[in-house]
Structures are given as structure tokens and as C-alpha cells.
């Protein structure tokens, strides 16, 4: 997997107190987006999975120490608008918009399960901000994405009622009809079966919020993008670092990030064995070594010069 790597200047800035964080609140055609800035680095944009779930990247935040992280919850919960559109134009035009508010040039993404999907899209779109991804166990880029066999990988993780339970109100939330607290204890009755050992997984974060019509809709964009082969035509003429972490264990099957790898010129697949949707809980440090791979293929590249710091400099203040 090999193509001709474009050049991107070299970008440096002061260093930050790697404890400090600040929040950010970007303006968006009838609403806006909500995040925070933390640490000093290479800048790096965090998309959480869902679609229409609350940030659940804290649950990888120590893996990310010593880049600058730029986080932010996707439109549909709070703090960030809750009207949509929730198209993956739409999502992907958000996290442009945050990138441009805190005025940076070029990032590094990583994202987990449908925020890889999204960086993806992301990337193709906008390849001049984007010099590398680490994508987490995310929904692929051909075919169904893996949304098929992930379903049903989980229902069979699951005690039979649970599951029927399970599938019934998840059903319910495709429609987009469910209510959220509905939507909530099916991901709650799924959750375990996100983990390598369901049996000995830990529950389901508590205080998320889950948009129905997000979800719906979002999940409805992406199967169309599918459909449409998009990232299968377009991921061929991307020029950055593309790494996929795959859980060995996951619902997920490693075949689909090995396809999704393989679209990529400069595509890698990482296999994480033992791991699950969320790989870096069964294997502590695999997402910080990803990261940290990216990195070195970036300063070989001479894109990311040892320790460059470049400074978020705009954003609205929070309200």
C-alpha cells in the first residue's frame, strides 16, 4: 500500500500546560457545537462513536496523552444543538467548523466506531486538513460497513431475552420512533457485548444521553454513503496515513477493517488480539502505541517535525 505522500508544511506553536483544557463553542446554521481543548502537541481531533450518543471519548482519554486534544460532542445532544440535519455532510461540515474556529490548519484524527467512519469521510472530503487517522474498530468503508454482522455478533453475546429485548427497541430507534429512554436501555442490555469476556464487562457509562433521530438519521446517511460505494471510490486517492485498529475479539469482524485498511494507499491494519469494540480497555496502550506510530510515519513524512506544538488561537467562548 504505497503512494506518493504530499508535503505539508511543518506547523509549530508555544507549548500548553498539558493539564489545562478549555472549552469551545462553535457557531453552526441554527445551533452550534460544543467541545474543549486540552494539552500540548500535535493536534489532534477526536470524534466519539454513536451516532447521536454523548462524547464517550473520556472513556480513551489517557491513551491520548502528549497530543493536543480537540474534543467535541456531535450535534444531537447536549451541550451541542440538538437539531439536526444529522447527515454525514452535515457531520462532517461540524468538525470542519471546529477546525476552523480554533484555527488550525491541519489535524490528525482519531475515532472510534462510527466516529471512524466519519473521520473517513472526513478525510476524503477534506484532505487538505487531514494528515493522518487512527480509526478504532469503525463501521467500514465498503459494503454494509459491518453493521449486519455486528448485530448479530452482539444478540448472540446476549442471554436470549435480553437480547429479543434488545433488538426490539433498537429496532425501534432505527424507525426513529423509540423514545430515548428506550433507545438507552437497549444500548444498556447491548453495552457487554461491545467486550471481548461480556460475562466479566463492565455496565453501561452512566448519565449518556442518546438522540433517537440522530441515530436514525445518521445511520440512514451512512447506508446510503455505502450504497453509493463513496468511500470505496474516493479513499483510493487519498494520500495520508491511514491506521486501523481492530479488535481481534470484537463483534466486529477484523475482515471489515482489513477491507477498509486496503482502500487506503497508505492504509495499515493493526490487530489488537483479545481486544473488543473498545480494545484499549482488554489492552491497555494500544491505542496510545497507534497514535504514537502515526506520529512517527508523520515526522518521517517531515509533516510533523518532533515535538510540534501548534496553538488552538479562536474559538466563541462557552456560555
Not at 447536549?78 to 462532517?92: A, I, M, R
Not at 491541519?106 to 473517513?120: E, N, T
Not at 429485548?165 to 436501555?185: H, M, N
Not at 496502550?285 to 501548534?310: F, I, K
Request: neutral net charge.
Amino acid at each position: 500500500m504505497t503512494a506518493a505522500r504530499a508535503k505539508r508544511p511543518p506547523e509549530a506553536a508555544p507549548r500548553q500546560d498539558p493539564g489545562s483544557a478549555r472549552a469551545f463553542r462553535v457557531a453552526r446554521a441554527g445551533g452550534h457545537v460544543a467541545g474543549s481543548v486540552r494539552g500540548g502537541g500535535t493536534p489532534l481531533l477526536v470524534l466519539h462513536g454513536g451516532p447521536g450518543l454523548s462524547d464517550t471519548s473520556f472513556l480513551f482519554a489517557d491513551e491520548l496523552e502528549g497530543w493536543q486534544t480537540v474534543r467535541y460532542t456531535q450535534r444531537g445532544v447536549p451541550p451541542s444543538s440538538e437539531q439536526g440535519p444529522y447527515t454525514l455532510e452535515h457531520h462532517v461540515a461540524d468538525a470542519v467548523a471546529v477546525i476552523d474556529a480554533l484555527g488550525l490548519q491541519h489535524v490528525c484524527v482519531v475515532g472510534h466506531s462510527w466516529g471512524g467512519h466519519l473521520a473517513m469521510h472526513l478525510a476524503v472530503s477534506r484532505p487538505d486538513r487531514v494528515l493522518g487517522l487512527v480509526l478504532v474498530d469503525p463501521f467500514g468503508a465498503t459494503g454494509d460497513g459491518g453493521e449486519a454482522a455486528l448485530a448479530t455478533e452482539m444478540t448472540a453475546r446476549l442471554p436470549a431475552g435480553d437480547a429479543a429485548r434488545a433488538d426490539a427497541l433498537d429496532r425501534r430507534a432505527l424507525a426513529g420512533f423509540g423514545s430515548e429512554a428506550e433507545a438507552l436501555e437497549s444500548m444498556a442490555l447491548f453495552w457487554r457485548s461491545y467486550y471481548a469476556n461480556p460475562a466479566h464487562a463492565p455496565a453501561m457509562p452512566a448519565g449518556l444521553r442518546l438522540s433517537v433521530s440522530c441515530y436514525a438519521e445518521s445511520l440512514t446517511s451512512m447506508r446510503h454513503h455505502l450504497a453509493q460505494d463513496t468511500l470505496a471510490r474516493l479513499a483510493p486517492t487519498a494520500t495520508c496515513p491511514v491506521h486501523v485498529v481492530v479488535g481481534g475479539a470484537s463483534p466486529i469482524p477484523t475482515s471489515v477493517g482489513s477491507a477498509t485498511a486496503d482502500l487506503f494507499p497508505r492504509g495499515r491494519l493493526i490487530t489488537v488480539p483479545g481486544g473488543g469494540h473498545l480494545p484499549w480497555t482488554e489492552r491497555p496502550g494500544c491505542l496510545r502505541a497507534a497514535l504514537e506510530n502515526l506520529r512517527n510515519e508523520l515526522h518521517a513524512d517531515s509533516l510533523v517535525p518532533p515535538h510540534a506544538r501548534q496553538q488552538c488561537e479562536r474559538a466563541e467562548p462557552a456560555v
